[in-house]
């Protein structure tokens, strides 16, 4: 298992191979982009930021829990900071089990977990030249209003 | 003693910088810390209860401090 912090183009399928095995009968790959929207705002790119020590040891936790309570040790993250355009992949998700029920709930274990609590931000820059930081409890807070 | 207080995101924005070492009587804790900020920020632009780590780890605002702690104030995480 393994996770990292890079400013390097992420390349899914090499993180694809790592995790592959005989043993594994279930290979899953999250890979997210950034969208052309947001909130109804048109996007054209975005700048990730991050706290890069602690996002590591976050991350790393994740992937340790993960492995420990889905029972696989073949387990990838990497998270892509800096500037990125349109359709980059900000993060990509590996996770390899002998069966895909495990391998499906590690996979959304860990992005909901990264969403949560790894020291990351991004600021979204419009098409119309703004930008701002993205607050995504913000964001939760309204639309429960 | 001196604690050094980093910044991310937006609140590096509102203190126009990312690190700032700050003088603090022993025994303070977090909570203490995040007065001083405070009193830094006049157009209350950062939260009244921030979320923070020392040392690289999340932290309770009544955690007492120690010389030479690293104090992150977290924006809310947008990562992924």
Known sequence: MRAAIVVTPLDPSAVLAEIAGVANGASLLFVGTVRDVNDGRAVSGIEYTTYQSMAVRELEGIVAE?????????????????????????????????????AYEAS???IEELKRRVP?????????????????TATRAEAAR | ??????????????????????????????????RQLHALDPERRLPPAPLVAVNERYAR???VLRPGDEVAVIPPVAGG
């Open chain 2, 1 to 34: 003693m001196t604690i050094t207080a980093l910044f991310f995101a937006s609140y590096a924005d509102v203190f126009g910088r990312s690190q700032l070492e700050m003088e603090v009587p022993t025994g303070s804790t977090v909570a203490d810390l995040l």
């Open chain 1, 66 to 102: 993960a492995a420990s309570r889905f029972g696989t040790s073949d387990v990838v993250v990497e998270h892509r900071v800096g500037q990125l355009t349109l359709g980059e992949a900000s993060v990509v998700i590996g996770v390899a089990h002998p069966h895909r029920a495990e």
């Open chain 1, 108 to 110: 959304r274990f860990i």
């Open chain 1, 120 to 136: 990351i931000w991004k600021r979204e820059e419009y098409v119309d030249g703004s930008r701002e930081w993205v607050d995504p």
């Open chain 2, 61 to 63: 605002h009544d955690q």
